[in-house]
């Protein structure tokens, strides 16, 4: 729902209160404000101009020199390439040094010749949609009225000094989709009165009665029908300031009548529509369902077949509307129509629903009808429609209403207590503070000791139970006034459980690394389902899938990530860091629920250091990827149960890749994704791992414990090892890990060297060892005992020999 700022400030006082501060508010009484839109932001300098004088460019054919009169006296040439310009329009006129939307900055110039002091403006060039602009201005300048005052501010003439609150209703808040009831909204927040609209026109002798008759079959459908008829009115633009209102609303303007229909829908949130009586072929409404295969050309020229699901209006033979959705071209209000019948009514929700569906209509007719209307407001809508047509249309309105209606509608009487507001909230509000906020709401209250009765008007359909009163007082007291309290008693519900709480420390440590999360689908393609999987599976396939693209669910979550790389990268994002946690789903058999397990899947590309002042650069590789990993398998307590595995996989670069192993368990792979993948899918080189999350997080780890800084000192030893190529560090590394015994506490690789002054098939690879006991300083005789130790044993489990 748009708000037009000034619109609204017609129905409530808001003196001293911007629209900034009037969104925060809204906002935090329960409606959401997603943006405040001000039509003229960075706009100045746009005036009203008089078309003096045009005649054509002596060297233009598609130009013309048009001498404009801006006020005082004031006259300036101006080259316009409008098809409609003409001499004795007012027209809106960006003078020289005006600013519109986009920073455009008007300057002086020179058009094949001749000088051009401004610009003569269209509503797109003053930041007005193309679909909002009436079809005889949507491809040319926009004239005026001939009784505006030239040199006036054109943004103001235009309604465009003001600020549209769009707000982002809930299903349940459809009151709020009218000025009246935002204006409703806003009074009880700011404890102010509503100003409602005061409908006064004159009416003909002749009764509406006699013109026409009203019969509906289908009253469950349609428990409130109403028609009133207006005579001698005369077709034209509506007034200005209505096409402005509209247009700020994200409607576009037509006609005078039209334009009055569709205003009353914003102003009292109403559905009307307006039928040419002299086409309409009988002077009979009868409102049924359809027939099947009946037919009906609505207003946008489409010939729709109808069932018996649907609601039509007919003239008793013929369907000449498709009931709270769409008119029907037959009936149409044209620019030769002389009588209009105003309909009013009240429709079933669910009936228009389908309607719409059904056909693929959405108006903002139906789209109030389904959420429910004020049955009290179908006549009181109708009637200021036809004082507005009696105004601006020259239009003579028959005495009286013609009126079907089956079923009474009375307001809803709903109670509570002070004792259940207040134990719902954990407050302490006093009952006099709950009957002045529903007062403020224009509520009937009545306050019996501790019991309140209040009587909901039939605007506020959403509140029909005792906790909708909770609620509204919860929401006009303030949340922000609802205290912070800690839970009272023996236990405390809402544990995280040992899991919740690792996976919740894996996010924050991948963020902190410079991740982004990404969630993507869990349905995919068969294509691309078992792709990266950890497990091997048969797939799991919808009954009746959405698309090809989504009909199985996933083995990885990997190949979706790499389609949000793609996405990125071909919007010149090129440095990409992403992560997720979900489910893949294995099959368990015909007719079984898969199985869920979670998985931690990451990607990552580009430029992991940028430091241009430095002139340091350090793209994405295995070790970055692999640090992230050796980081989170430390955060979780795992360093001495994972090993490393070179591996070759399907998708994978052969030479960088590695499988990840908790004992003996496959638990995931890292590794850069394969050349010829990266390129079939547009991607720089990427890097990705894919972990079981589940098998990572329910490992028992001991309690980390924390141990006194040493005095003595550390002696480090390098040994150069020579061994067969096929022999990996890993290996080796674990086989001097497991030899040098408590003393040696940390080993590295520092060095592999394979060339010439090597053996054929033989490489040298040098590990750093670091010997140390706490207890005492260690003697060099200690240190070869251990590390003969390890010499020893490198050579009898791999055949390593010290490189001389």
């Known amino acids: 729902m748009f708000v037009s700022y000034k619109w609204l400030a017609e129905y409530v006082d808001l003196t001293g209160i911007t629209p900034d501060e009037l969104a925060e508010k809204i906002t935090r009484s329960g409606i959401e404000v997603e943006g405040v839109d001000v039509l003229n932001e960075g706009m100045k300098g746009v005036v009203i101009g008089h078309v003096v004088e045009k005649e054509q460019h002596p060297d233009a054919d598609k130009l013309n020199k048009c001498q404009v009169d801006l006020g005082k006296g004031e006259i300036v040439q101006i080259v316009c390439g409008a098809k409609n310009v003409d001499k004795g329009q007012k027209v809106a006129v960006a003078t020289v040094g005006a600013v519109l939307p986009g920073n455009f900055k008007i300057k002086k110039a020179k058009l094949r010749g001749e000088v051009s002091n401004g610009m003569i403006c269209s509503l797109q060039e003053l930041g007005i949609e193309s679909k909002l602009v009436a079809k005889e201005y949507s491809e040319g ?59 006064s026109y004159e009416r003909t002798a002749d009764k509406a009665s006699n013109a026409v008759t009203v019969k509906v079959e289908a009253t469950e459908d349609n428990p409130l029908y109403t028609a009133k008829v207006i005579k001698n009115v005369t077709i034209s633009p509506s007034p200005l300031w209505m096409q402005t209102r509209l247009m700020a609303a994200g409607i576009r303007p037509h006609n005078n009548v039209v334009d009055i229909t569709n205003f009353v829908l914003l102003e009292y949130g109403q559905p009307l529509h307006a039928f040419d009586y002299d086409r309409l072929g009988s002077k009979e409404i009868l409102v049924r369902r359809a027939k099947d295969g009946e037919k009906i050309v609505t207003l946008d020229d489409q010939e729709r077949t109808l069932t018996v699901d649907h609601l039509v209006i007919t003239n008793g033979t013929e369907p000449v509307a498709l009931a709270g959705v769409m008119g029907g071209a037959n009936s149409e209000v044209q620019s030769d129509t002389k009588t209009v019948l105003l309909e009013s009514a009240l429709f079933d929700g669910q009936t228009i629903r389908n309607a719409s569906k059904d056909h693929g209509l959405r108006s903002e007719a139906s789209a109030r009808y389904e959420k429910g209307v004020d049955p009290n407001r179908v006549l009181p809508a109708a009637e200021r429609a036809a004082e507005l047509i009696s105004l601006y249309a020259g239009g003579e309105v ?4 013609v009126e079907v209606q089956s079923t009474t509608f009375e307001p809803v009487i709903v109670q509570t207590t002070v004792e259940k507001v207040n134990r719902v909230l954990g407050m302490n509000i006093s009952a006099e503070e709950m009957k002045t906020i529903f007062e403020r709401l224009q509520f009937g209250v009545k306050l019996d000791n501790s019991t309140i009765t209040v009587t909901v008007p039939t605007r506020r359909g959403d509140i029909t139970i005792e906790e909708d009163l909770v609620e509204e007082v919860a929401r006009l007291y303030g949340y922000d006034n609802i205290p912070t309290t800690l839970p009272i008693g023996q236990a405390f519900p809402g544990k995280l459980t040992d899991y919740q709480e690792k996976r919740r420390k894996v996010r924050r440590y991948l963020e902190g690394a410079g991740l982004n999360q990404a969630i993507t689908y869990s349905l995919t393609s068969e294509e691309k389902a078992a792709k990266y999987a950890l497990e091997a599976s048969e797939l799991t396939k919808l009954a009746l899938p959405m698309s090809e693209e989504r009909s199985v669910l996933r083995l990885s979550l990997l190949p979706h990530l790499l389609d949000a790389l793609k996405y990125n990268l071909a919007r010149q994002i090129d440095q990409v860091s992403l992560y997720e946690i979900g489910s893949i789903f294995l099959t368990q058999g015909k007719d079984l629920q898969p199985l869920e397990k979670e998985r931690l899947s990451a990607a990552v590309t580009g430029l992991w250091h940028s430091h241009s002042w430095q002139a340091e650069k350090k793209p994405v590789d295995f070790y970055v990827v692999k640090g992230i990993v050796d980081g989170l398998v430390d955060l979780l307590g795992l360093t001495k ?9 399907e998708g994978m670069h052969p030479g960088r890749t590695a499988e990840l192993f908790l004992g003996e368990k496959l638990v995931g792979f890292i590794g850069q994704i394969h050349p010829t993948v990266q390129k079939q899918l547009d991607l720089t080189e990427t890097y ?16 980390t414990r924390f141990e006194v800084i040493p005095r003595f000192p550390s002696i480090t030893r390098d040994i150069a090892l020579v061994v067969n190529k096929d022999v990996v560090a890993g290996e080796i590394e674990q086989i001097i890990t497991e030899a040098g015994g408590k003393m040696l506490k940390n080993v590295s690789v520092f060095d592999l060297y394979e060339g010439d002054r090597l053996e054929e098939g033989k490489k040298s690879v040098a590990f750093s060892l670091r010997y140390f006991d706490p207890e005492r300083t260690l003697t060099d005789e200690d240190v070869t005992k251990a590390h003969d130790k390890v010499l020893k044993a490198v050579e009898e489990k791999v055949g390593a020999t010290l490189r001389g």
Do not use: C, W
């Open 641 to 649: 149960h994972i090993q490393y595995k070179q591996a070759n996989r």
């Open 141 to 199: 300048i926009f004239v005026f009225p001939s009784d505006v005052e030239v040199g006036a501010d054109a943004l103001e003439q235009l309604n465009l000094d003001d600020a549209v609150l769009e707000l982002g209703l809930t299903p349940n808040r459809a009151d709020a989709l009218s000025m009246l009831g935002v204006a409703h909204e806003v009074a009880a927040i700011l404890n102010l009165e509503v100003k409602y609209p005061e409908i």
């Open 398 to 401: 028959l005495e009286g209403t």
């Open 688 to 703: 990705v791992f894919e972990l079981s999350l589940v098998d990572l997080l329910t490992v028992e780890v001991a309690e």
